[in-house]
């Protein structure tokens, strides 16, 4: 996660675009739920229109304050459609469960979802960015790795969200069976999904001993 300490605020009204309709009631427009739905997340997913058609290209993720951050090449597609400007809309899902109803047209997920309308801008400051993205991989691994020269740096574009324009829906708990179903004779309940964290994998040529945050990866 982030070290990101920005106290968290309420989202403004949500817009046209964020407003929640089907099952409003699973609807989040508050930052503390935006920042942790984010934070736990490594990917994203990045939706964007060019003369070509509809594209969605998933990419690495970090936040930091009240912006979204990627990076990439400069001459990759994505980043060259997003320094122009091009409007985006980036999202993130997180399944933690299968919900299995009495009836096939009830069953569902327990999920923790987030959108993210808006452009994506540059960031000058590159090397902190990321930086910030080193610290979100594991913590303490940008006191570590080699940063990158200035080659590397000409060679990658750094760019960022605003979360001004946002939503989140999350669904949690048990099957919601129709009273005509709670009679049939079929399981019920809830299949958990955990992101698990493995033992590490030392390269064979590492004769580093494990740092601390390689220590607790798995505790």
């Given at each position: 996660m982030t070290t990101t300490t920005t106290k968290p605020t309420a989202h403004a009204a949500p817009s046209d675009r964020t407003r929640i309709r089907r099952i409003a009631?699973?609807?989040?427009?508050?930052?503390?739920?935006?920042?942790?739905?984010?934070?736990?997340?490594?990917?994203?997913?990045?939706?964007?229109?060019?003369?070509?058609?509809?594209?969605?290209?998933?990419?690495?993720?970090?936040r930091e304050g009240e912006h979204l951050y990627i990076h990439g090449s400069n001459g990759g597609r994505l980043i060259k459609l997003l320094a122009k400007g091009t409007q985006a809309c980036v999202t993130v899902t997180h399944i933690d469960g299968l919900v299995l109803a009495r009836s096939a047209f009830n069953h569902s997920m327990n999920y923790r979802s987030a959108m993210v309308y808006g452009q994506f801008e540059k960031v000058e400051e590159k090397a902190a960015a990321l930086d910030t993205f080193m610290r979100h991989l594991a913590p303490g691994r940008e006191l570590e790795a080699r940063p990158g020269n200035s080659k590397e740096l000409a060679a990658t574009t750094v760019m960022r969200i605003s979360l001004d324009e946002a939503a989140c829906k999350v669904r949690s708990g048990g099957p919601k069976d129709d009273a005509e179903d709670m009679g049939v004779a079929a399981w019920a309940g809830v299949l958990p999904l955990v992101q698990q964290r493995g033992v590490p994998v030392a390269d064979p040529q590492c004769t580093v001993p494990a740092p601390a945050f390689v220590q607790r990866w798995a505790a």
């Open positions: 009631e699973n609807a989040h427009y508050d930052r503390a739920t935006l920042h942790a739905i984010l934070d736990a997340a490594y990917v994203c997913h990045v939706a964007f229109v060019d003369e070509k058609g509809t594209h969605c290209i998933p990419t690495a993720c970090w």
